[in-house]
């Protein structure tokens, strides 16, 4: 039982972390489209 909620726990930190980068790039995205063509 251990096992598979160590498991879940560490998928869910893998699922979190491309979330985080993702939402990341999306930011720096937008900041680039805003830095050079003033628009959002």
């Known amino acids: 039982m251990?096992?598979?909620?160590?498991?879940?726990?560490?998928?869910?930190?893998?699922?979190?972390?491309?979330?985080?980068?993702?939402?990341l790039l999306y930011i720096l995205y937008k900041t680039y489209k805003y830095i050079i063509f003033g628009e959002f």
């Not at 251990?2 to 939402?23: A, G, H, M, P």
Request: hydrophobic share 40%.
């Open 2 to 23: 251990f096992e598979v909620q160590l498991y879940i726990t560490r998928k869910d930190n893998s699922i979190k972390i491309v979330y985080t980068f993702c939402l």
